[in-house]
Nanobody
Framework: QVQLVESGGGLVQPGGSLRLSCAASGSILSMYAMGWYRQAPGKQRELVAAIRSGGSTNYADSVKGRFTISRDNAKNTVYLKMNSLKPEDTAVYYC??????????????WGQGTQVTVSS
């Protein structure tokens, strides 16, 4: 069993900042990529940012220069620092982990989602 627990969402004014955290725990053997996705009402879930075990990252064009993803490999935790937030960033943000468990199964796991609302 693997669990992903997210925290850090909330309500923020345009131009503000938030930091999301996601901690993975359980029967983890090795972690490949971790990332953040988001889904706004009526839209498909989209990749926001991802970071691989070696530290390479990729970002959606809409958040480049404003969001920063980082990870603590020892804690199996990924962070998303969001600056200069815009109303269009409003969505439920989901943590994702691509990992191998102790049974040697490679699978994707998802967090429960955390709401980010950008509004004045």
């Amino acid at each position: 069993q693997v669990q992903l627990v997210e925290s850090g969402g909330g309500l923020v004014q345009p131009g503000g900042s938030l930091r999301l955290s996601c901690a993975a725990s359980g029967s983890i053997l090795s972690m490949y990529a971790m990332g953040w996705y988001r889904q706004a009402p009526g839209k498909q879930r989209e990749l926001v940012a991802a970071i691989r075990s070696g530290g390479s990252t990729n970002y959606a064009d809409s958040v480049k220069g404003r969001f920063t993803i980082s990870r603590d490999n020892a804690k199996n935790t990924v962070y998303l620092k969001m600056n200069s937030l815009k109303p269009e960033d409003t969505a439920v943000y989901y943590c994702n982990a691509d990992l191998v468990d102790v049974a040697l199964r490679r699978e994707d796991y998802w967090g429960q989602g955390t709401q980010v609302t950008v509004s004045s």
